[in-house]
T-cell receptor
Framework: KNEVEQSPQNLTAQEGEFITINCSYS?????LHWLQQHPGGGIVSLFM???GKKKHGRLIATINIQEKHSSLHITASHPRDSAVYIC?????????????FGGGTRLMVKP | ETGVTQSPTHLIKTRGQQVTLRCSSQ?????VSWYQQALGQGPQFIFQ???????GRGNFPPRFSGLQFPNYSSELNVNALELDDSALYLC????????????FGSGTRLTVV
C-alpha cells in the first residue's frame, strides 16, 4: 500500500463545476503539499499545509490531521484548470522531510 | 535569481551511456531534491542534498549519483543508462526545513534508446 493515495485517478468536469480531489496518507507528516503539473511537465506548488485550511483564488485546500486526509477543491472550474494535481507528504519520520508523492489526479475541464 | 532552472529540457541518450542533468536553484535554497517521474506515474524520490552533503536517498541504484555546489546548483549523474531510465527528472529546492515550501523546476525529459 502506498503511503500517499489520491482519488480519483481521473476526473472530467464541465466548466463551472465544483471539483474535489482527495488525498489520504498513512504516515505522520510535518506538511502536506498540493502540486499542479501541466502537460509540459513543470510542477507548480499550490499549497503547503500542516493544519486547517488555505485558500488562494478559486482553490481551497483542507487537511484533517486526525483522519490523515486532505482535500483540494476548485470552485467555478475552468478549462485552464485542466492538469494533473498531485499531493505529496513530508513524513516526519525522515530527517530531510523528503516528499512522498501520490499518483496524481488527472483533471480535464470541458468548456 | 528566482525560480529553479533545469537543463537541458530534453535529451536523448543511448543505452549504456552516461548523462548529467543540471539544476540551478534560487539563492539561499540550501536543500535540493531530485525525483524521477515515469510516464503516467507520480514522482519517485531519488536523493536529497543539504549544504552539499547527501542527507537522504530513495530506492535507486548507485549508478544514480549527485552533487550540490556552493552556488546553489546541483547535478544528477546517471551511469550505464538503461531503457527504464527514460523519464522526466525533476529537481526541487527549498530554503530550509519542513516549514519551507518547495520550488520545482520544469524538469528534464530523458529518453534512452
Amino acid at each position: 500500500k502506498n503511503e500517499v493515495e489520491q482519488s480519483p485517478q481521473n476526473l472530467t468536469a464541465q466548466e463551472g463545476e465544483f471539483i474535489t480531489i482527495n488525498c489520504s496518507y498513512s504516515v505522520g507528516i510535518s506538511a502536506l503539499h498540493w502540486l499542479q503539473q501541466h502537460p509540459g511537465g513543470g510542477i507548480v506548488s499550490l499549497f503547503m499545509l500542516s493544519s486547517g485550511k488555505k485558500k488562494h483564488g478559486r482553490l481551497i485546500a483542507t487537511i484533517n490531521i486526525q483522519e490523515k486526509h486532505s482535500s483540494l477543491h476548485i470552485t467555478a472550474s475552468h478549462p485552464r484548470d485542466s492538469a494533473v494535481y498531485i499531493c505529496a507528504a513530508s513524513p516526519n519520520n525522515n530527517a530531510g522531510n523528503m516528499l512522498t508523492f501520490g499518483g496524481g489526479t488527472r483533471l480535464m475541464v470541458k468548456p | 535569481e528566482t525560480g529553479v532552472t533545469q537543463s537541458p529540457t530534453h535529451l536523448i541518450k543511448t543505452r549504456g551511456q552516461q548523462v548529467t542533468l543540471r539544476c540551478s536553484s534560487q539563492s539561499g535554497h540550501n536543500t535540493v531534491s531530485w525525483y524521477q517521474q515515469a510516464l503516467g506515474q507520480g514522482p519517485q524520490f531519488i536523493f536529497q542534498y543539504y549544504r552539499e552533503e547527501e542527507n537522504g536517498r530513495g530506492n535507486f541504484p548507485p549508478r544514480f549519483s549527485g552533487l550540490q555546489f556552493p552556488n546553489y546548483s546541483s547535478e544528477l549523474n546517471v551511469n550505464a543508462l538503461e531503457l527504464d531510465d527514460s523519464a522526466l527528472y525533476l529537481c526541487a529546492s527549498r530554503a530550509g526545513g519542513a516549514g519551507y515550501g518547495y520550488t520545482f523546476g520544469s524538469g528534464t525529459r530523458l529518453t534512452v534508446v
